[in-house]
């Protein structure tokens, strides 16, 4: 099977865009966990999605939200960019729920200018 | 609110020895996970351990519910063994995911 896979791996964006990230699960898993990774924060939830409905979400303001498809795949949005957003960002899916094993993509590395 | 401390924040072996990371929390959890991330910045889920041992070849975790703490050994270290390693863990009172700031592990050759 393949693995977890997130597009873009790399982008740059300046202070006040926008931004959307894509997460593709291992076929099968219904279940797509958002994270974020900084240096000073280490790794944070982001928000948990499940059949198309966000079951559970970390403490981040409104400017991240998220959606899941029909068929599983993941966006995350960011809106108004801010220096500290600059971050990788991880998705991992699992089979049902965020309870059962979780497998994590290779992130997408986001610079804000 | 919850913390989820591990230690030691660093670990430089030589390749070879054997080493026990360590994941304490303060609160009651449905779920723990262990996971390898490696230099280049890939997660990989090693152990999904609530409680009781597991064993994957060179290493081993533990996890005692009650005393709230989980180990994980590995064994005959080698350099492909470096990256930081980091507990997760699924809180009972709302199911949000926290994770330990990690520890860092540089085997020598």
């Known amino acids: 099977k393949a693995g977890v896979t997130q597009t873009p791996r790399y982008l740059i964006k300046t202070r006040g865009q926008q931004v959307t990230l894509s997460c593709s699960p291992i076929?099968?898993?219904?279940?797509v966990s958002w994270y974020q990774q900084t240096p000073g924060q280490g790794l944070q939830f982001l928000f948990e999605?499940?059949?198309?409905?966000?079951?559970n979400k970390g403490n981040f303001p409104g400017r991240f939200s998220g959606r899941q498809f029909s068929n599983s795949r993941s966006e995350m949005n960011v809106s108004t960019l801010e220096l500290g957003d600059s971050a990788l960002y991880l998705c991992?899916?699992?089979?049902?729920?965020?309870?059962?094993?979780?497998?994590f993509g290779p992130g997408t590395r986001l610079t804000v200018l | 609110g919850i913390q989820v401390e591990q230690s030691p924040p660093d670990l430089i072996l030589q390749e070879g020895a054997n080493s026990t990371l360590r994941c304490n929390f303060s609160?009651?959890?449905?779920?723990l996970q262990w996971f390898h991330q490696n230099p280049w910045g890939q997660l990989i889920n090693l152990f999904y351990?609530?409680?009781g041992t597991k064993q994957n070849g060179r290493l081993s975790a533990t996890t005692v519910a009650t005393e709230r703490y989980s180990l994980l050994y590995i064994s005959s270290s080698q350099t492909t063994d470096s990256g930081v390693y980091f507990c997760?863990?699924?809180?009972?009172?709302?199911?949000?995911?926290?994770f330990g700031k990690g520890t860092r592990l540089h085997i020598l050759p």
């Open positions: 991992a899916s699992s089979l049902v729920l965020a309870t059962d094993t979780q497998y």
């Open positions: 076929s099968g898993h219904r279940s």
């Open positions: 999605y499940f059949s198309e409905t966000q079951r």
């Open positions: 609160d009651s959890v449905n779920n």
């Open positions: 351990i609530p409680s």
């Open positions: 997760a863990v699924l809180l009972r009172r709302d199911d949000k995911i926290i």
